[in-house]
């Protein structure tokens, strides 16, 4: 991590540098972003947009707390803020960002058209360009068919019959926390601790990778897991050794009779004193297009074998056989930022794993 970061604040230096003051009236500029995501800088869906635009994307990536500290510093200088968009990977990092008036609310209808009611924020501050759903693998060898049908909740991995045969990503990580929120949300506090006991006292092994989860449940050295779906699109689509684990574990949606399957979304927000609103908001209208949310690998979500957020687009083929589900649109994602430090602080009172064992 330390070097990403390092890099990050090399980056961040060039980058303030190399800014021009005025610009040619026929340059059509840059748009900054600071982004969370961590499947390269360059992404293909962003130079699609610089092909189509001839607006150049800088980049500049880390963990979304670094990226955040930053953004708090730029915006204290009180002079113009070097990144234009903030790219998170989580609802709650977005909503925190726009709750500390670190984002704009931009009043967009071609935005508030592309992208789904439930997958955005209410009053504008940021919009998801791409879903990730986090479900339930399994050794299809070692779990029976009526074990798996015992599974349909994430409550349900509490149960003792799981005892030594459960991997999870430490609660030190995001999707670990915006998961069990959801829980709380949920059940409530009472119940909600009491599940997260029930999970942590199964002996979990803690394995801060989703891919070596899923590995790890090839493998047979834990049974079951959660996981995000498109950490499973990738297996299905990469090397030979790679679809051997695919073709070694199953999926299955959680939560199919009560509110639906626990997602978060990729978001992009406009920063508060954006030196290039036009550009950023023309960067966020482009990647939430319905031609830019294809399944296909130079669209955001099927770069990464997300779900788009636009209902007019079709999702990439791999995951759309991972067959029909319902999202839980109970819990909103604006609310995630307000349940993260009482989520951290339930795990961390049952004696789940904050590090990997
Ligand atoms: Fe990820």
Redesign the pocket.
């Known amino acids: 991590m330390k070097h990403v970061f390092v890099l990050s604040i090399l980056v961040a230096m060039v980058m303030s540098i190399a800014m021009v003051p005025a610009m040619a009236q026929d340059d059509p500029g840059v748009v900054n972003v600071y982004s969370s995501r961590?499947?390269g800088d360059l992404e293909a869906p962003f130079i699609a947009f610089t092909e189509a635009t001839g607006i150049e994307v800088r980049v500049s990536a880390g963990s979304p707390r670094d990226l955040l500290s930053r953004l708090r510093a730029d915006i204290d200088r009180g002079d113009r803020s070097v990144a234009d968009v903030f790219l998170a990977?989580d609802a709650g990092v977005l909503s925190l960002a726009a709750s500390e008036g670190l984002l704009q609310a931009i009043d967009s209808d071609a935005l508030n058209e592309s992208v789904a009611e439930g997958f955005r924020d209410p009053d504008g501050y940021w919009y998801g360009l791409s879903i990730?759903t986090r479900t339930l693998v399994y050794n299809l060898e070692n779990v029976t068919e009526e074990e798996l049908a015992a599974v349909n909740t994430y409550a349900d991995l509490a149960d003792p019959m799981w005892e030594g045969r459960v991997c999870m990503r430490p609660a030190s990580h995001i999707?670990t926390v915006s998961l069990f929120s959801s829980i709380l949300q949920d059940l409530g506090e009472e119940d909600a601790t009491a599940v997260a006991e029930g999970i942590s006292n199964n002996t979990v092994r803690y394995i801060n990778s989703?891919t070596s989860q899923i590995r790890a449940v090839a493998a047979g050295e834990c049974d079951v897991t959660f996981v995000?779906h498109?950490?499973m699109g990738r297996l299905a689509n990469g090397s030979e050794e790679d679809v051997a684990v695919f073709d070694s574990v199953g999926i299955k949606w959680m939560n199919q009779e009560e509110n639906g399957v626990f997602f978060n979304v990729n978001g992009a927000g406009v920063v508060k004193n954006s030196a290039n609103l036009d550009n950023a908001i023309a960067f966020i209208e482009y990647l939430a297009a319905t031609e830019n949310q294809c399944g296909e690998l130079e669209c955001f979500p099927g770069s990464n074998y997300e779900f788009p957020t636009n209902p007019a687009a079709e999702a990439n083929e791999t995951i759309a056989d991972f067959g029909e589900f319902e999202y839980d649109l109970a819990y909103g994602l604006s609310q995630y930022g307000e349940f993260q430090e009482a989520t951290v602080e339930m795990l961390e009172s049952v004696g789940f794993g904050f590090a990997e064992n």
């Open positions: 961590h499947y990977i990730r999707y989703d995000n498109y950490y």
